[in-house]
């Protein structure tokens, strides 16, 4: 009598959608805006015009990876939860290959000091 249900696998397929267009958006990496803010002012190069960018591509938050129409919008974004949260994540270096490959006992060996053998 009992089993699964015939038609279990339609409400996967009802919402792959949804992980289409949320990946559309995806924002770069913590690594990547690190090292982007980690660069002195003088090497920062100004945006260059773009008409498929909202606001010409020329407002611009570093720090979450997107853009605004105007001046007036971004500088809400900058009072907005979601932004301060974004800052205060930034301010810890992010995880390197190093740190991983270290943590998984990948690393250099730590046999201890070498004993003088007579």
Do not use: W
Not at 68 to 93: C, M, Y
Request: one cysteine or more.
């Amino acid at each position: 009598m009992g089993g699964k249900c015939p038609h279990r696998k339609v409400k996967t397929r009802r919402y792959s959608h949804k992980q289409f267009r949320r990946s559309k958006f995806e924002a770069k990496g913590d690594d990547a805006v690190y090292e982007q803010l980690q660069k002195p002012d003088d090497q920062i190069k100004p945006l260059p015009l773009d008409e498929d960018l909202p606001g010409m591509g020329q407002y611009y938050c570093l720090h979450c990876d997107r853009y605004f129409q105007n001046v007036a919008v971004r500088d809400d974004h900058f009072r907005t939860k979601r932004h301060r949260k974004r800052l205060k994540q930034l301010t810890i270096a992010p995880h390197t290959q190093l740190d991983a490959d270290l943590a998984a006992g990948m690393g250099m060996p730590d046999n201890g000091p070498k004993l003088m053998s007579t």
